[in-house]
Structures are given as structure tokens and as C-alpha cells.
């Protein structure tokens, strides 16, 4: 916090909010409120305010927060933990272990991911291209998804480029 307020940006890698959330839930005392999983209500109070501290501070630095969170685990505490994170995050990077398997990196589950308010990170024209470039990719399944990009990437050598290269 410290080095933002001195105007340094900071980048923190967290992996994982899970594992941090579990952590808090063993060593945190009863609230008398489980939710289900077995969770303590008072257990993701800390790593929310954690999660919650990325900021840019104005005449100051930025602090980003990484953090993985564990999915799929067939674990129910691990599916409350990333539900009650989900939405807090402003983009979300899903990984396929189908992708991984058959050795297509990066192994990115590109219509599962995407960036929260993206319409400020790109123009009008970009935004639109985006948008039909996922309406496209919409029925293909996460292999079809990354191998088409990648297809389609290896001919240009930028995301303007690339955005142009699409038909729409």
C-alpha cells in the first residue's frame, strides 16, 4: 500500500484466493454462520478486503492483484469461494485442461474469458470487431476456439492488425 501511495505500481501474483480463503476458514473463530461448503461467513471477510485493495490511486501508483482460484475441484468450499470472488475481478481467464492435454498453448478457454468493461480499453471500431469475433468463435468449443486464433494470429503482427484481418 505504501509504495502505491509513493507512486511505485505494484503487482501482486496470488495463487491461489482458494487456498488463501481456506487458510483464513481453518484459523478463523466460528461466527456461528457456516454457508454451504462448510465455509465461515466471517472466513472470506479478509481475503475480500485483500482482493478488494487493487486499485490506481490518483497522483499515485496502481496495485494489481493476480490471483488464481481453484474450479472443478469437486470440492463444494472451493465452489463458494470462487462464486463469492467471481464477480470482484474485472477480467476472468479461464485455462482448459482439454487445451493442455493435447499440448495447445496457451491452454485458454477464450469464450469462458473475458475483461469486464473492455468498451474503455479499445475504440468503437476494435469493440465492434471483438464482438463479432466472439459471436463467431460463440459455437466453437474451447479446442476450435485457440486454434483458430492462433491460426489467425500467426499471420499478423499486432491486435490491430489481427482486429482488421477479420471479416465484418
Not at 478486503?49 to 496495485?63: I, P, Q
Not at 473492455?118 to 459455437?139: A, F, G, H, P, S
Request: one cysteine or more; charged letters at 25%; aromatic letters at 6%.
Amino acid at each position: 500500500k505504501r509504495l502505491v501511495e509513493c507512486g511505485h505500481d505494484v503487482v501482486i501474483l496470488l495463487d491461489s484466493i482458494t487456498r488463501l480463503a481456506r487458510a483464513y476458514n481453518t484459523v478463523s473463530p466460528p461466527s456461528g454462520k457456516i454457508l454451504s461448503g462448510g465455509v465461515d461467513a466471517n472466513a472470506l471477510h479478509k481475503p475480500k478486503r485483500f482482493f478488494g485493495a487493487a486499485r490506481n490511486v490518483e497522483n499515485g501508483g496502481s496495485l494489481t492483484i493476480l490471483a488464481t482460484a481453484l474450479i472443478e475441484t469437486g470440492s463444494k468450499m472451493d465452489e463458494v469461494i470462487f462464486e463469492e470472488f467471481k464477480g470482484t475481478g474485472n477480467m476472468e481467464l479461464q485455462l482448459d485442461r482439454k487445451l493442455s492435454n493435447k499440448r495447445v498453448y496457451p491452454s485458454i478457454d477464450v469464450p469462458a474469458s473475458g475483461t469486464r468493461m473492455e468498451e474503455l480499453l479499445m475504440t468503437k471500431e476494435e469493440l465492434q470487431r471483438v464482438w463479432i469475433l466472439r459471436k463467431y468463435m460463440n459455437d466453437m468449443n474451447s479446442i476450435e476456439a485457440m486454434e483458430f486464433l492462433l491460426d489467425r494470429m500467426k499471420g499478423t503482427r499486432n491486435n490491430e492488425e489481427f482486429l482488421v484481418s477479420m471479416n465484418g
